[in-house]
C-alpha cells in the first residue's frame, strides 16, 4: 500500500529546515517496492489566531487540546513520516498520537529516502532489519 | 507453541550493570532503548552514588534504528566521561544496536586515549540470562584492561564467586571467603565491593592462582585468564557453607597452593573446635524438635542448590528429595553440575533437575511425598507452594523479597552457623 512521506527542505535536494520553521514540505509517496516519487509540495497556510492556552496551563505537555500545535500536526496527519532537521520534542509526542514518525537527520534528501524506505519495506513484509546499520545487509537494492 | 516462563528466576543478559556496578566507582554507560535500566531499580542494596535510575544511556529511538546509533553512542560516552566522576566507564550494548549491527566496537576504540578507561561487552538481552552476562563483563575487562604480568606476587589468589546482586549474600559470602583464605596464610583479591575496584582489578595479572568458588558460573573467564594472563586456576565448585564442606575447601586450597600441611590442620582443628562448641550446646534443640522436616528442596541457582544440598545432607542429616537448578545452566555444564550432586555422605545421591518454569516446579514439589513437614528454601516465589504443602520457607535466592540482607554471609563455618539459625527460626516461629 503506497504511504506518503513529507520532508522539511528550501530546495528539494538538502534536509536543512526546522519542522516549526519550514514553510512548505515536499510530499513524496512511496510504491510498492518502495520507489518513491514527488507527489506534491504543500505550503503552509498561516496559522489561524494567536498562541491559545489551556485553563489549567499544561503548555501542550500531554492533555488532548494542545491548541497550539493542533494545526502543524495536521497539516501532514495524511503521511507516514516526517523527515526534518529539528524538531521539538512536545511536537514529535503529539505527530506520535496520529502515527506519524519524525526523523530528525541532516544531509541529502536522497540518501534519508533510501535509507526509510528500505526500513519501511523490511518492516512491512516482516523481514529482519539485522545488519542494518553498518550496511551488512542483503543489497539495499534487493527488495525480496 | 509458544512457551510462557512462570515466576522469573534471572533477568537478561544486560543485568550485567550489576556486575559492574559492584565494581567500586565503575559505571556502565548503556547503548539501548530507553529503560533498560528500569528492571534493576528495585533491586536490594543498589542505591548509592551509581544507581540504575543515572545510569547514562543512549536511549535510542526509531531514527536511531533507521540512521545508526553511533554518533549518539559517541556523544553519550563523550558526556559521560566529562560529566560522572568514574575510575572505570563499561559500554554495554543491548538487544536493539546488537540487531542492526552499530559497530560498538570502532565507537569505544575511539575513546583509547581517554583520561579514563572505556571498555565495553556486548550483553544483547537475547544472547542470555544475566548469568551469562556476567561472564561477559568479566571477559572484557580480561580482554581489554589486563595484560600478562611477569611479576608474580607471592600467595596473591584472585577469588572468584558468584554473581553480585543476583546473589542476595554476594557481598557477605566474599568477605568470608577472603577470610578463610587469609587464615591460610595467603593474600586475597577480589574486585567487587567495598574498596576493592580498579586498584585490585590491576592487580589481578599478578596472582598466583585464581580461585572459582562456583558450579559453573565464571569457568569461562578462568579458562580464558589462563591462556591470556598465564594464571592457573583451582575451580572448586561448592560453596563451602558449613564445618564438613569448609574443611574440605581449606585443605584443598591449602594443598593446591602448598600451605604447609600442619598449618592447613591445625587451623581446621581450631575452627571445628568452635563450630562444634555450639553445635554441642545445642543439640537438645536439634535432636528434640519433632517439627524439623526430613526431606529439603532447594529451589535456586546452581551455586545455592549445591551448597545448601551438601550441607543439610553432610552436616544437618537431612534427605535430599529433588533439586531445582533454576538458573538456566548451559548444556555444557549440565553432565558436571549433575555429578556434583551424587557425591555426598553415606551415598545418597540428589536428584536434580534443571527446569525454569515455576508451574512445572510447583507441580513436582506438590506431587512429592515429604514424610512430614517440607523444607523449601528458594525464591519469594515458593512462598505460596510453602503454604499449600504446610513446609518449612526459607528465601534464600533470587527474588528475595521479605529479608533484607546487608552483610550476612551463608559461607564458612559461620555461614553454617547462620543458616542453621535461619531454618530453626521459621520451623520455632510456626510451632510456638
Known amino acids: 500500500m503506497p504511504y506518503k512521506i ?17 514553510h512548505e514540505f515536499f510530499i513524496y509517496e512511496v510504491g510498492e517496492e518502495g520507489k518513491y516519487a514527488l507527489l506534491e509540495i504543500r505550503e503552509k497556510q498561516k496559522e489561524a489566531g494567536g498562541p491559545s492556552f489551556c485553563q489549567d496551563g499544561c503548555k501542550g505537555r500531554g492533555c488532548e487540546g494542545s491548541h497550539e500545535n493542533q494545526p502543524r500536526v495536521d497539516f501532514i496527519a495524511d503521511c507516514r513520516c516526517v523527515i526534518c532537521k529539528k524538531i521539538g520534542f512536545h511536537i514529535q509526542k503529539q505527530l506520535e498520537k496520529k502515527a506519524v514518525s519524525a526523523f530528525d537527520v541532516e544531509g541529502k534528501i536522497e540518501d534519508a529516502m533510501e535509507k526509510i524506505t528500505w526500513y519501511f519495506h523490511r518492516m512491512d513484509h516482516h523481514q529482519s532489519l539485522r545488519g542494518m546499520a553498518n550496511e551488512t545487509l542483503i543489497g539495499k537494492e534487493g527488495r525480496e | 507453541m509458544a512457551k510462557i516462563l512462570d515466576k522469573q528466576r534471572y533477568k537478561c543478559a544486560m543485568s550485567a550493570m550489576q556486575t559492574v556496578q559492584a565494581i567500586e566507582r565503575a559505571i556502565p554507560v548503556l547503548h539501548s532503548g530507553p529503560g533498560c535500566a528500569q528492571k534493576l531499580s528495585n533491586s536490594s542494596g543498589s ?35 566529562d560529566v560522572i566522576d568514574a575510575d572505570l566507564y563499561v559500554v554495554l550494548t543491548g538487544c536493539i544496536p546488537e540487531i542492526v549491527g552499530d559497530n560498538t566496537e570502532e565507537v569505544v576504540e575511539g575513546f583509547q586515549d581517554a583520561k579514563k578507561p572505556v571498555i565495553y561487552a ?36 584472585n577469588i572468584w564467586a558468584d554473581v553480585p546482586y543476583q546473589d542476595e549474600f554476594w557481598l557477605g559470602n566474599l568477605r568470608e571467603l577472603e577470610k578463610l583464605v587469609k587464615e ?34 565464571g569457568l569461562n573467564n578462568m579458562k580464558n585468564m589462563e591462556k591470556k594472563l598465564g594464571i592457573p586456576y583451582l575451580h572448586y565448585p561448592t560453596l563451602p557453607i558449613g564445618a564438613f564442606e569448609t574443611s574440605k575447601f581449606l585443605r584443598e586450597v591449602g594443598r593446591f597452593a602448598r600451605v604447609p600441611e600442619e598449618k592447613i590442620e591445625s587451623l581446621i582443628a581450631e575452627k571445628e573446635a568452635y563450630y562444634y562448641y555450639y553445635i554441642e550446646r545445642y543439640a537438645d534443640l536439634f535432636l528434640e524438635t519433632r517439627v524439623m522436616s526430613k526431606q529439603f528442596t532447594v529451589v535456586a541457582d546452581a551455586q545455592y542448590a549445591l551448597g545448601i544440598t551438601k550441607f543439610l545432607v553432610n552436616d544437618l542429616g537431612l534427605f535430599p528429595a529433588k533439586q531445582f537448578v533454576t538458573d538456566d545452566t548451559p548444556r555444557e555444564f549440565r553432565e558436571k553440575v549433575c555429578s556434583y550432586f551424587k557425591e555426598l555422605n553415606f551415598g545418597i545421591e540428589a536428584e536434580v533437575s534443571f527446569e525454569t518454569d515455576g508451574y512445572k516446579i510447583h507441580n513436582e514439589i506438590k506431587a512429592h511425598d515429604y514424610h512430614g513437614y517440607p523444607l523449601i528454601l528458594g525464591g519469594h516465589w515458593e512462598k505460596e507452594i510453602a503454604k499449600q504443602t504446610d513446609a518449612h520457607f526459607l528465601n534464600v535466592s533470587w527474588p528475595v523479597n521479605e529479608r533484607l540482607v546487608m552483610n550476612s554471609y551463608y559461607a564458612g563455618y559461620d555461614g553454617g552457623l547462620k543458616l542453621i539459625e535461619d531454618i530453626y527460626s521459621v520451623a520455632r516461629t510456626r510451632f510456638n
Open chain 1, 6 to 22: 513529507a520532508v522539511a527542505s528550501s530546495d528539494g535536494e538538502n534536509i536543512d529546515m526546522n519542522f516549526g520553521a519550514a
Open chain 2, 184 to 217: 591460610l596464610g595467603l593474600t586475597p583479591n577480589t574486585i567487587f565491593g567495598y574498596q576493592r575496584g580498579l586498584s585490585n582489578i590491576k592487580r589481578i595479572p599478578q596472582a598466583e592462582f585464581n580461585l572459582l568458588v562456583s558450579p559453573w558460573v
Open chain 2, 122 to 157: 556486548s550483553t544483547a538481552g537475547f544472547k542470555g540470562n544475566n548469568y551469562k552476562g556476567h561472564e561477559q563483563v568479566v571477559d572484557a575487562i580480561i580482554d581489554q584492561l589486563l595484560e600478562r604480568s611477569d611479576i608474580r606476587v607471592k600467595n596473591l589468589v
Open chain 2, 47 to 81: 542505591s548509592g552514588y551509581f544507581s540504575p535510575n543515572i545510569y547514562p544511556c543512549t536511549s535510542i529511538n526509531e531514527r536511531d534504528v533507521v540512521f545508526g546509533g553511533v554518533k549518539k553512542l559517541e556523544s553519550t560516552i563523550k558526556h559521560s566521561l
